[in-house]
Nanobody, 127 residues
């Protein structure tokens, strides 16, 4: 059965960096969109970024633009979210999700349209 699994979260000081991974199984990244979301305590889930496997395009929320970068390891069928200049407000559980490229671009995909979700990885930014 297809699934995605996140890893790489942890505790980091403000200004630090982390790289999250999203390992996909049974999901060909060439034909799927991968979205990254986050949810902080007491807040709604927030879209962070996405990658289109069909054309390699990437999109970012304004809150992370210039600090977060999506990349892909083709051999490992894994996506990465490189996070730099982290702020306390980046603290959240981060999730990756896969959707079968049913929309024109990945930034148009509503969160409830994603087909597969990981269980999340905690990122805490604190001194």
């Amino acid at each position: 059965q297809a699934h995605v699994v996140e890893s790489g979260g942890g505790l980091v000081q403000p200004g630090g960096s982390l790289r999250l991974s999203c390992a996909a199984s049974g999901v060909s990244l060439d034909h799927y969109y991968i979205g990254w979301f986050r949810q902080a305590p007491g807040k709604e889930r927030e879209w962070v970024s996405c990658f289109s496997g069909t054309d390699g395009s990437t999109y970012y929320a304004d809150s992370v633009k210039g600090r977060f970068t999506i990349s892909r390891d083709y051999a490992k069928n894994t996506m990465f979210l490189q996070m730099k200049s982290l702020k306390p407000e980046d603290t959240a559980v981060y999730y990756c999700a896969a959707e079968a490229a049913g929309f024109a671009t990945c930034d148009l995909v509503p969160s409830d349209e994603y087909d597969y979700w990981g269980r999340g990885t905690q990122v805490t930014v604190s001194s």
